[in-house]
């Protein structure tokens, strides 16, 4: 039995436990962080695409944005469609001056376990039969296999940073958490393509066989996504099914369509929104996917499980100064603020442009008028705007 001693143990490799860990370190405080699957897999999984201004702002001043900098692609607007007619919300002029980046969730992966590697702490992968215990004292306890060899890590706190099928979240007592729940009945199938982007900004679009989404990767890469049964089966759509699908939803009356080309990557997503309250019992605190899953639509679940670390990893050092444990009180109270203001968004966005086969002509007929009010009115596209580049975070910047 091998026995490391630490101050904040972190499961999970995603996003959240990459960008704690990294900001922990900045405030010269010691972390571990467990992953179950391996490097390979943790980097190439294909998810999110959207950074808020503020993600790539912490990004870059913690010292990882050389690559972003160069490869991020800034967008200042997107493009709602329907009715055969493309509207563009402008960011800048709504926002005083914000905008949003596409960079692959891979990527910022990727930039995260590089400045891990530099920092000589420890990032442990393939970590099997990971369990919590003692989450309600003061020592907490994480165990774990790796290499055949049981493994006990001391921590003073433990960040379930494990997603949504993660063991952070079931480890709290069913009577200490409240969890909020809600289904849709659709998904997403999603597709990369090996085709030049054929517009700069992302289009959204609502059509009468339902929603599909236009966005990209690279100056060659495509991303594009349809709304379909959350039980598909993905065997039954050919390459040629899923391109026509795709043009018949997204073409507009102008002649505008996605460039087509080799499909390299296909899958389906379900969706969903749940939050749990609070993230935290005793000294183990949620964050990201672990805590709160909201649909994608809105662009959300990357950027607040980076808003949620940022916060956590600043109530972590006043409490490591002050020895106080207030901050550690608020962490839920900030985190949990935000994420229902993001899931208000996202459900608004995703009702908004998702049919359903029960809708009415009056419930067609109102989500029109719902989009028409979007783009028509100022107050309505600045509330968009503002709610998609998204707010700033808990400061991380300062001396540790
Ligand atoms: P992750 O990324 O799921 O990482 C959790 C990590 O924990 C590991 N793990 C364990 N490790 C140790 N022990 C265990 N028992 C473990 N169980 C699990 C996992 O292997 C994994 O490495 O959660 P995190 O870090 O909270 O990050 C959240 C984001 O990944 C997620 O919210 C986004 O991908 C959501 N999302 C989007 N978010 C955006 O902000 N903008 C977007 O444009 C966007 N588009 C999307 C998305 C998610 C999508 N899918 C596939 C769900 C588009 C899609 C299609
Ligand atoms: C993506 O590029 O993967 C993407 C963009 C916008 C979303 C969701 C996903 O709302």
């Given amino acids: 039995m091998q026995m490391i001693r630490t101050q904040v143990g972190i499961i999970g490799a995603g996003p959240a436990g990459l960008m704690l860990g990294h900001l922990l370190d900045r405030f010269g405080i010691d972390s571990v962080i467990i992953e179950d699957r391996s490097r390979d897999y943790v980097i190439e999984r294909v998810r999110a ?37 493309r509207h563009r919300i402008d960011f800048p002029t709504l ?29 442990l992968f393939e970590c099997s039969d990971v369990s919590l215990a003692d989450l309600a004292g003061p020592r907490p ?3 774990f296999v790796r290499d055949g060899q049981p493994h006990t890590l001391q921590c003073d706190f433990v960040a379930g940073c494990d997603g949504s099928h993660g063991i952070s979240r079931p480890s709290i007592p069913l009577d200490q958490v409240r969890t ?9 199938l999603g597709i990369l393509a090996e085709a030049a982007p054929a517009s700069d900004e992302l289009v959204y679009s609502l059509h009468e066989r339902g929603f599909a989404l236009f966005s990209m990767r690279s100056p060659q890469l495509t991303r594009l996504y349809l709304q379909c049964a ?50 935290r019992w005793g000294r183990l605190f949620l964050a990201g996917d672990a805590a709160h899953i909201v649909p994608p639509t809105g662009a959300k679940g990357l950027n607040l499980a980076i808003a949620d670390v940022a916060a956590l990893a600043s109530s972590l050092r006043s409490f490591y100064r002050t020895e106080n444990e207030r901050s550690l009180d608020q962490y839920s109270k900030d985190a949990a603020a935000r994420v229902w203001r993001a899931q208000r968004f996202s459900w608004w966005m995703t009702s908004a442009l998702h049919r359903l086969d ?18 028509s009115s100022r107050a309505a596209m600045t509330s968009f705007a503002e ?13 540790p």
């Fill in 180 to 188: 909020y729940e809600r289904a849709y009945p659709f998904a997403w």
């Fill in 358 to 375: 029960a809708d009415s002509s009056f419930d067609a007929r109102r989500q029109l008028a719902d989009l028409e009010h979007l783009v």
């Fill in 95 to 123: 926002t005083g001056g914000r905008t949003i980046t596409i960079y692959g969730q891979n990527e910022v992966v990727r930039d995260l376990i590089d400045a891990r590697l530099r920092s000589g702490r420890p990032l």
């Fill in 141 to 143: 306890v994480v165990r």
């Fill in 49 to 85: 695409g959207v950074l808020e201004q503020a993600t790539v702002d912490l990004m870059i001043a913690t010292g990882l944005g050389e690559r972003i900098q160069r490869e991020g692609m800034r967008h200042e607007g997107v493009q709602i469609a329907f009715g055969g007619r």
């Fill in 230 to 279: 959350p039980d598909e089966n993905l065997d039954a759509w050919t390459d040629d099914r899923i391109w026509s699908e795709l043009l018949l939803r997204l073409g507009t009356d102008d002649g505008w369509r996605p460039n087509t080309g080799r499909i390299v990557q296909k899958s389906v997503t379900g969706m969903r929104s749940m939050v749990v309250e609070p993230m």
């Fill in 387 to 399: 709610s998609y580049v998204g707010g700033p975070l808990a400061p991380v910047d300062g001396e």
